[in-house]
């Protein structure tokens, strides 16, 4: 089970962290990735962190002010986003991928089978 945290409605250019905590699952195993929808489009993939931390994969739009974490003690990984834009207002969702990937962690959402509920960020300009 997943279950993301942190969102809320924010003015642009702010910064605000998101978490996701894992349970039922062997967490350390398994590569870590954050998807999002915005209103009226399509999935998209955000970021994903390989299984130790040591790698990870952006979206062009957020390279260099996303960065993703995580906390193999704790279960739990973050994604800490800066400089907000109102074109990052979306639905966020955390995603356990296939240990197949968990050295190079998948852009795929067909590659991610356990994902959590979702948290709403609203970025306001």
């Known amino acids: 089970q997943l279950q993301a945290y942190g969102g809320g409605l924010v003015q642009a250019g702010v910064s605000l962290r998101l978490s996701c905590a894992a349970s039922?699952?062997?967490?350390?195993?398994?590569?870590m990735g954050w998807f999002r929808q915005a209103p009226g489009k399509g999935r998209e993939f955000v970021a994903a962190i390989n299984w130790s931390g040591d790698r990870t994969v952006y979206e062009d739009s957020v390279r260099g002010r996303f960065a993703l974490s995580r906390d193999n003690a704790k279960n739990t990984v973050y994604l800490q986003m800066n400089d907000l834009k109102p074109e990052d207002t979306a639905v966020y969702y955390c995603?356990?991928?296939?240990?197949?990937?968990?050295?190079?962690?998948?852009?795929?959402?067909?590659?991610?089978?356990?994902w959590g509920q979702g948290t709403l960020v609203t970025v306001s300009s």
């Open positions: 039922g699952v062997t967490f350390s195993m398994h590569p």
């Open positions: 995603a356990a991928g296939s240990t197949r990937y968990r050295k190079n962690p998948s852009q795929l959402g067909v590659n991610y089978p356990d």
